[in-house]
């Protein structure tokens, strides 16, 4: 019966076609801008929690916490200091830490000169790994800063491809202020657009280029023992860097967090802005269903005297809502899958868009079997549930008045 | 009148319609019976309430007072639902603006009635063929209403009125819109269904129409003047 139906539902809509294509792109638009908005948040919140991933889970960040807003290095906050540094290490499940510093640098090659920020590692092997891990640096050309580099200096993947006229060479020389360095390595791409546009340097130089206090640290990496639970951990260092400055819950100047945290919080906040975006593209697909709306109420109009033929051949109140609602239906699934595609194609050009503008593969689009069917049934469903008031509109006609209707 | 044999009684029927403050009396207590195999003409003037009286017989609309029989049942009471199956079962129609539909074949249109009663799909392209070809239209087929001439799209009426085997056929000025050389052919056909063992009423103000019929029963004001 269904097919039956479907057909003569199908030969209705293809009658009126301009009305019928018109009526489609209006789901058509919603439910692609629905699907790409809904594949790229997911794609998003994957590929954040990859990169997140590849640092482990199993290291701990101690960061001041200031007043003001301001990013790591400026002087709204209150720095760490070696005292800071030296309870952590002394922490039960802390196997190693180290203090890095941040601060603001002029760099130039030839004409051009520019700020960023140079970024310290320390100089000893296992301390350097738990701080590359940290941030995700790896080596693309050259090698790492060690032992004795005092004039040599590592350049993240932005700095050296597109900061300067002539992308930066490993062995060629820059200005760090007023210090001349050479550069030995440049990083791969991290994902962290900070990391990505800074200079790293081993610690002492830095100090000293610079003219930073030796005391104050800007970052304070932990690394933890195997088989202890991180958040463990964090509780601790909290707690013993509250002790040492005699704040209570809530008062704190500085913030320990562990990477799950910050996924977590970052995931959530992902999801809520994919959410009012998704919800926002809804709203169009709310007008495109009141375009089926529409076109349904005129399609009955239109076929008032039709509706009484059919109704005097036979055809009970079900059977025309039936067909009607088959009609629009038809037009939702039909704007559905159109709609997908469409979404699809945006999603993909918007990835492909991202990564030539960025460079970096942080924008992923995340498509998946349900998302896909979802898509189309929820836009079938729209079709119908648009269709139901006209579709009774319909069944309920006199059959004698539809007849004499001219 | 309490006879068993009837196809089709009516027992002072009325039809009261109301608008506003106004009351219109389009039946006023018809009574008539109609026997299976029988060729019925009604006709009367414009107002007269034939029109309300074959939408009666033809289970499209209830009575305001009365009791209508098809085949013994009364229908003066029956739901909405109810009457729809009853049309599709056992009534044929014929209107005078043919009202096929328009997105449809010549088939696809015979075939409706069926649809509505859930026969098969191979089962209604079988019967439909058949009864186009009852009424020459076998070459015509596949052809929309608009591709068919107003003689045309009546036969396929027709057709599609005898889709279900029904009891009766009802006629609403059938040939009203056809020129009268067409009007012969299809009265013909009439005539060779009503042969053949169907039940025909027809609706009309033409005595060329009527006589054909082998009863003729005249309506004015809302009573049966003559059968």
Not at chain 1, 35 to 47: E, F, M, P
Not at chain 1, 103 to 116: A, H, I, N, R
Not at chain 2, 76 to 93: H, Y
């Amino acid at each position: 019966m269904w097919k039956e139906y479907g057909h003569v539902a199908a030969r209705n809509v293809r009658q009126r076609r301009l009305r019928s294509w018109l009526t489609i792109i209006g789901i058509v638009i919603g439910m692609a801008a629905v699907v790409a908005l809904i594949s790229l948040g997911g794609g998003l919140r994957t590929a954040i929690s990859a990169q997140f991933g590849s640092i482990g889970a199993d290291k701990i960040t101690i960061t001041p916490k200031g007043p003001g807003f301001g990013p790591p290095g400026s002087f709204s906050t209150t720095k760490l200091t070696k005292d800071d540094l030296r309870i952590v290490r002394q922490v039960n499940g802390v196997d190693l830490a180290i203090g890095r510093v941040l601060s603001p640098v002029q760099v130039t090659d030839g004409e051009k000169s520019l700020f960023t920020f140079a970024v310290s590692v320390p100089a000893d092997r296992e301390s350097k790994k738990l701080v590359m891990d940290s941030l995700n640096m790896k080596i693309d050309r050259g090698r790492m800063v060690g032992k004795g580099d005092r004039l040599n200096v590592v350049v993240g993947h932005t700095v050296a491809e597109e900061e300067f006229s002539d992308p930066l060479q490993v062995r060629q020389t820059i200005t760090l202020q007023n210090t001349t360095v050479r550069v030995v390595g440049i990083l791969k791409p991290t994902g962290n657009f900070q990391i990505d546009d800074s200079i790293i340097i081993l610690e002492e130089p830095m100090r000293d280029f610079l003219s930073i206090n030796e005391r104050e640290y800007d970052v304070i990496v932990a690394q933890i023992l195997e088989g202890v639970e991180p958040s463990n951990v964090r509780d601790r260092i909290a707690r013993e860097l509250r002790n040492e400055r005699n704040v209570e819950v809530g008062e704190e100047s500085f913030e320990v967090s562990s990477p799950e945290q910050t996924i977590a919080s970052l995931n959530n906040i992902l999801l809520v802005v994919n959410a009012v975006v998704v919800g926002i593209a809804a709203i169009s697909l709310l007008v495109g269903g009141i375009g089926v709306m529409n076109t349904m109420y005129t399609a009955v109009l239109q076929r008032t005297r039709e509706i009484g033929v059919m109704k005097a051949v036979g055809g009970t109140r079900s059977q025309i809502i039936t067909l009607f609602l088959l009609e629009s239906a038809i037009l939702g699934a039909a704007g559905g899958v159109i709609g997908v595609v469409l979404g699809v194609g945006l999603s993909q050009g918007a990835v492909i868009a991202g990564q030539a503008a960025t460079g970096s593969a942080l924008l992923q689009a995340s498509i998946s079997l349900p998302l896909l069917l979802g898509a189309m049934v929820f836009a079938s469903f729209i079709g119908i549930v648009s269709g139901i008031w006209p579709a009774r509109q319909a069944a309920r006609q006199d059959p004698v008045d539809a007849l004499r209707y001219e | 009148m309490t006879d068993t044999s009837t196809l089709i009684r009516l027992e002072d029927v009325e039809k009261i319609y109301q608008m506003g403050d106004v009351t219109a009396s389009a039946l006023a207590g018809a009574s008539l019976s109609i026997y299976p195999k029988e060729f019925v003409a009604i006709m009367g003037p414009s107002g007269s309430g034939k029109s309300t009286l074959m939408n009666m017989v033809g289970c499209l609309d209830t009575p305001t007072g009365g009791k209508i029989f098809l085949e013994q049942q009364d229908i003066s009471k029956l739901g909405e639902s109810r009457l729809a199956q009853l049309r599709g079962q056992k009534i044929g129609f014929v209107f005078q603006q043919f009202n096929l539909i328009g997105t449809l074949t010549a088939l696809e249109n015979v075939a409706l009635p069926m649809l509505f009663q859930s026969v098969s799909q191979h089962e209604r392209r079988r019967r439909a063929a058949e009864l186009l070809e009852l009424v020459d239209l076998s070459e015509r087929l596949h052809h929309r209403p608009s591709e068919l001439s107003g003689g045309q799209q009546q036969r396929v009426a027709l057709a599609r009125a005898l889709a279900n085997d029904p009891e009766v056929i009802l006629a609403d000025e059938p040939t009203g819109n056809l020129d009268s050389k067409t009007e012969e052919a299809i009265m013909a056909l009439f005539q060779k269904l009503n042969k053949d063992g169907t039940t025909i009423i027809i609706v009309t103000h033409e005595k060329t129409v009527a006589r054909h019929a082998q009863r003729i029963i005249h309506i004015q004001d809302g009573v049966i003047v003559g059968a």
